[in-house]
């Protein structure tokens, strides 16, 4: 095991294993076959990654999406390992070169889509016999399964791997799968004696809202503007609703975007490459978007409609916070998305697999309507106890007051009663309420319990429903035109045998601002630096620019936090920070240490390395003497006429930083660039960076002399991205 924890920490920055990792690599080292369920952000690819660097030969890696590959390779090859991908995005050449470095043995990882191995009769499966193969491992593992929320017919071919391969390990790794479907996974691929690693589900990073659908636009715009600076991905049911809502947050100066199927290929990479490499801030997408994405400082997920189950909600969520900071999942609920969701759910002569999505669906009605911890909820439904009383959950987060509902508990299931249990909720409510309409006929009004509910309006009905379903006292059919039934608990009440108490809430808990991140102990009292933080995150910007990688395959948002909290001075106190292994200090450590050491003198500060404690702990939100820096405010004071210097004193903030919100603002079309610059200026920037193979505003800057600064240079770049964007609308 030394040399696994040695390799963590030489190419990856890390000091130990987290979770089931240690365990799941020991296994693969072994030789022996391995299942590893992990949630989102949880590290699976080190319990592949690890042992492939530990064994002799190449590590096969199946992947579903060729993002994904990219992305991993990317960071890979950004911590000094040999890595490559196979998919259809390559050309001949490129191919070609890829099977000269595998036939070599100079791979130690290769990724590969599942149908590369059953193509073509299995030639490149027949290929790989003559290659040293350390393992295979085959990602996102549920889509192997006819009972996984994601199955891939390609996905099948795979269960010849260990009849091919009798001595090679295979690990197979996922996310989020139910019992019958691990089961399936084990059984598809084959495994001999598998171990199970299961890791706990529990995202505890992760706050878990559910708000009423009404006026979403308005509440998303309201989030928004209160992260200013934080990455998210909001999921729509339809592929027009992307659009507009991405649209709508355009109009309201958010640098949005829409991803679906109905767009091309071409279009869905550019814009996925955008968003990963932080040029789109909030990707508005259809479950067509996301899987494996590795984007870490994803901040907040929301759902604008509801998911079809848990599985899907839980691993879409889990999208947020992968490099462990607070993050947010806010989903917007109506009852109206479970009666459309209810239509798709009927497969036309398939009763099972029907009753099997409608039973999922209520699961998923159930976690948005109850009245319990959701972290709880989402725990047991994977088969995980948990306590309740999260604190990080709007309900463990609202304050309640008790309620005697008895009276009107008894008026409305009396009514049920009295309509001999054929009818649904809203029709249900109109009879209580004493309705004129055209569905209350003449019978239904003579019965003695027409219009005993006229005292109260229909949400409140509505509620009550709800609640007496949740707490047992009434069901709901679960069919197509699902109708109101009576329990065993509501005869009792009926017949005044038992009383109902319920909860009402006092104060809901609203999505609210991400808590700030405290590094270490608390009582460390140890202030982030937010200035310094803004600095490094342009400075990683500009840096994944040049290599071409998405910014958090440079260092993730953790690493640049404890960077600005503990101000490392020199190369080994770097070696402290998380994410900083020996390749990446020699590559990056000096460029970063400069703008820290920089930072220091202006502001007359010390290291404070000495104080770090191992771990990255999270703490509630406290008061810090940076409030936010939100581009809104930015925005507000440039409208009110306040200069670029202005700004940057009544906001004690660096020009820099203004500047970088202004220029934002440029790139999705809200500022003119013409306010901020000559605009004569521009076409000689854009010809001079045209003609660079990686972007270099240094370069630019030294090319055009000192008539040109660096602040025009970036406006005219978020203008020329701003142009192109509108070319390929149009």
């Given at each position: 095991?030394?040399?696994?924890?040695?390799?963590?920490?030489?190419?990856?920055?890390?000091?130990?294993?987290?979770?089931?990792?240690?365990?799941?690599?020991?296994?693969?080292?072994?030789?022996?076959?391995?299942?590893?369920?992990?949630?989102?952000?949880?590290?699976?690819?080190?319990?592949?990654?690890?042992?492939?660097?530990?064994?002799?030969?190449?590590?096969?890696?199946?992947?579903?999406?060729?993002?994904?590959?990219?992305?991993?390779?990317?960071?890979?090859?950004?911590?000094?390992?040999?890595?490559?991908?196979?998919?259809?995005?390559?050309?001949?050449?490129?191919?070609?070169?890829?099977?000269?470095?595998?036939?070599?043995?100079?791979?130690?990882?290769?990724?590969?889509?599942?149908?590369?191995?059953?193509?073509?009769?299995?030639?490149?499966?027949n290929l790989l016999k003559e290659i040293n193969i350390s393992l295979f491992a085959v990602d996102e593992a549920h889509c192997v399964s006819h009972w996984g929320h994601d199955f891939r017919p390609d996905y099948l071919f795979l269960n010849g791997l260990k009849k091919e391969f009798p001595?090679?390990?295979?690990?197979?790794?996922?996310?989020?799968?139910?019992?019958?479907?691990?089961?399936?996974?084990?059984?598809?691929?084959?495994?001999?004696?598998?171990?199970?690693?299961?890791?706990?589900?529990?995202?505890?990073?992760?706050?878990?809202?559910?708000?009423?659908?009404?006026?979403?636009?308005?509440?998303?715009?309201?989030?928004?503007?209160?992260?200013?600076?934080?990455?998210?991905?909001?999921?729509?049911?339809?592929?027009?609703?992307?659009?507009?809502?991405?649209?709508?947050?355009?109009?309201?100066?958010?640098?949005?975007?829409?991803?679906?199927?109905?767009?091309?290929?071409?279009?869905?990479?550019?814009?996925?490459?955008?968003?990963?490499?932080?040029?789109?801030?909030?990707?508005?997408?259809?479950?067509?978007?996301?899987?494996?994405?590795?984007?870490?400082?994803?901040?907040?997920?929301?759902?604008?409609?509801?998911?079809?189950?848990?599985?899907?909600?839980?691993?879409?969520?889990?999208?947020?916070?992968?490099?462990?900071?607070?993050?947010?999942?806010?989903?917007?609920?109506?009852?109206?998305?479970?009666?459309?969701?209810?239509?798709?759910?009927?497969?036309?002569?398939?009763?099972?697999?029907?009753?099997?999505?409608?039973?999922?669906?209520?699961?998923?009605?159930?976690?948005?309507?109850?009245?319990?911890?959701?972290?709880?909820?989402?725990?047991?439904?994977?088969?995980?106890?948990?306590?309740?009383?999260?604190?990080?959950?709007?309900?463990?987060?609202?304050?309640?007051?008790?309620?005697?509902?008895?009276?009107?508990?008894?008026?409305?299931?009396?009514?049920?009663?009295?309509?001999?249990?054929?009818?649904?909720?809203?029709?249900?409510?109109?009879?209580?309420?004493?309705?004129?309409?055209?569905?209350?006929?003449?019978?239904?009004?003579?019965?003695?319990?027409?219009?005993?509910?006229?005292?109260?309006?229909?949400?409140?009905?509505?509620?009550?429903?709800?609640?007496?379903?949740?707490?047992?006292?009434?069901?709901?059919?679960?069919?197509?035109?699902?109708?109101?039934?009576?329990?065993?608990?509501?005869?009792?009440?009926?017949?005044?045998?038992?009383?109902?108490?319920?909860?009402?809430?006092?104060?809901?808990?609203?999505?609210?601002?991400?808590?700030?991140?405290?590094?270490?102990?608390?009582?460390?009292?140890?202030?982030?630096?937010?200035?310094?933080?803004?600095?490094?995150?342009?400075?990683?910007?500009?840096?994944?620019?040049?290599?071409?990688?998405?910014?958090?395959?440079?260092?993730?948002?953790?690493?640049?936090?404890?960077?600005?909290?503990?101000?490392?001075?020199?190369?080994?106190?770097?070696?402290?920070?998380?994410?900083?292994?020996?390749?990446?200090?020699?590559?990056?450590?000096?460029?970063?240490?400069?703008?820290?050491?920089?930072?220091?003198?202006?502001?007359?500060?010390?290291?404070?390395?000495?104080?770090?404690?191992?771990?990255?702990?999270?703490?509630?939100?406290?008061?810090?003497?940076?409030?936010?820096?939100?581009?809104?405010?930015?925005?507000?004071?440039?409208?009110?006429?306040?200069?670029?210097?202005?700004?940057?004193?009544?906001?004690?903030?660096?020009?820099?930083?203004?500047?970088?919100?202004?220029?934002?603002?440029?790139?999705?079309?809200?500022?003119?660039?013409?306010?901020?610059?000559?605009?004569?200026?521009?076409?000689?920037?854009?010809?001079?960076?045209?003609?660079?193979?990686?972007?270099?505003?240094?370069?630019?800057?030294?090319?055009?002399?000192?008539?040109?600064?660096?602040?025009?240079?970036?406006?005219?770049?978020?203008?020329?991205k701003w142009e192109e964007k509108e070319k390929n609308l149009k």
């Amino acid at each position: 095991m030394k040399k696994s924890t040695e390799i963590l920490q030489q190419y990856f920055g890390y000091d130990s294993f987290r979770l089931n990792q240690a365990s799941a690599v020991e296994n693969v080292i072994a030789k022996k076959d391995t299942f590893v369920l992990m949630p989102t952000g949880g590290g699976k690819s080190l319990c592949y990654q690890v042992p492939a660097l530990v064994l002799d030969g190449t590590a096969i890696v199946i992947s579903p999406l060729i993002a994904l590959m990219k992305d991993q390779v990317d960071a890979l090859r950004v911590n000094g390992i040999s890595a490559a991908f196979l998919n259809s995005s390559m050309n001949p050449l490129e191919q070609n070169e890829t099977f000269r470095q595998l036939k070599e043995d100079k791979l130690k990882l290769l990724y590969v889509a599942p149908e590369k191995l059953s193509a073509d009769n299995g030639s490149f499966l027949n290929l790989l016999k003559e290659i040293n193969i350390s393992l295979f491992a085959v990602d996102e593992a549920h889509c192997v399964s006819h009972w996984g929320h994601d199955f891939r017919p390609d996905y099948l071919f795979l269960n010849g791997l260990k009849k091919e391969f009798p001595q090679t390990p295979i690990i197979a790794l996922t996310a989020s799968a139910d019992e019958i479907t691990r089961k399936d996974i084990i059984k598809q691929l084959n495994l001999q004696e598998p171990a199970v690693l299961i890791s706990s589900f529990d995202r505890p990073n992760i706050k878990y809202f559910v708000q009423p659908k009404q006026s979403v636009l308005n509440h998303v715009v309201k989030y928004l503007n209160e992260h200013p600076n934080d990455s998210g991905i909001i999921y729509c049911l339809s592929r027009k609703g992307t659009e507009d809502l991405a649209n709508n947050l355009k109009e309201n100066g958010v640098n949005a975007a829409f991803y679906h199927a109905g767009i091309s290929s071409t279009e869905r990479a550019q814009v996925q490459d955008d968003f990963i490499k932080d040029k789109i801030r909030v990707m508005i997408a259809t479950i067509a978007f996301g899987m494996g994405i590795d984007k870490s400082n994803v901040r907040f997920v929301m759902h604008a409609d509801l998911p079809k189950n848990i599985e899907s909600y839980y691993q879409e969520t889990g999208r947020a916070g992968r490099d462990g900071l607070p993050s947010e999942a806010i989903l917007f609920y109506s009852n109206a998305d479970v009666m459309k969701l209810k239509k798709f759910a009927m497969v036309e002569g398939n009763e099972e697999q029907s009753s099997l999505m409608l039973r999922k669906l209520q699961q998923m009605t159930d976690f948005a309507e109850m009245q319990k911890c959701r972290r709880q909820y989402l725990m047991e439904y994977f088969g995980e106890s948990h306590p309740g009383n999260c604190n990080s959950c709007d309900y463990c987060l609202s304050d309640f007051e008790n309620w005697d509902a008895t009276e009107d508990a008894q008026k409305l299931l009396s009514a049920v009663y009295r309509l001999k249990e054929r009818y649904g909720k809203n029709l249900i409510i109109d009879f209580l309420r004493g309705s004129k309409g055209v569905k209350i006929t003449d019978y239904m009004r003579n019965l003695p319990t027409y219009g005993i509910g006229a005292n109260a309006d229909k949400t409140y009905w509505q509620n009550l429903i709800k609640q007496l379903v949740i707490n047992d006292f009434l069901r709901d059919s679960n069919e197509e035109f699902p109708v109101l039934k009576l329990t065993e608990a509501s005869k009792d009440v009926l017949f005044g045998k038992r009383e109902v108490n319920l909860q009402k809430v006092k104060e809901q808990a609203q999505a609210v601002t991400v808590a700030e991140i405290e590094i270490s102990d608390p009582s460390d009292n140890i202030e982030t630096n937010l200035e310094l933080f803004d600095e490094l995150r342009i400075l990683r910007r500009q840096q994944a620019e040049q290599e071409n990688v998405p910014p958090y395959v440079i260092f993730s948002d953790a690493s640049l936090m404890e960077l600005a909290t503990y101000l490392p001075n020199t190369k080994e106190e770097l070696e402290q920070i998380s994410g900083f292994g020996a390749f990446k200090i020699e590559k990056y450590g000096e460029i970063f240490l400069n703008v820290i050491l920089d930072f220091c003198n202006k502001n007359n500060l010390q290291s404070k390395i000495a104080e770090k404690t191992p771990r990255i702990k999270r703490a509630p939100k406290k008061i810090n003497k940076y409030e936010a820096g939100t581009y809104t405010t930015t925005f507000q004071l440039y409208k009110e006429g306040n200069s670029v210097e202005e700004i940057a004193n009544i906001r004690n903030m660096s020009l820099n930083t203004i500047q970088n919100h202004l220029a934002n603002f440029v790139e999705v079309g809200t500022i003119k660039a013409s306010e901020l610059m000559d605009i004569n200026k521009i076409d000689p920037i854009i010809s001079i960076a045209k003609t660079q193979t990686i972007l270099s505003l240094k370069a630019i800057k030294e090319e055009l002399g000192e008539d040109y600064s660096y602040f025009e240079i970036n406006v005219a770049l978020a203008f020329y991205k701003w142009e192109e964007k509108e070319k390929n609308l149009k």
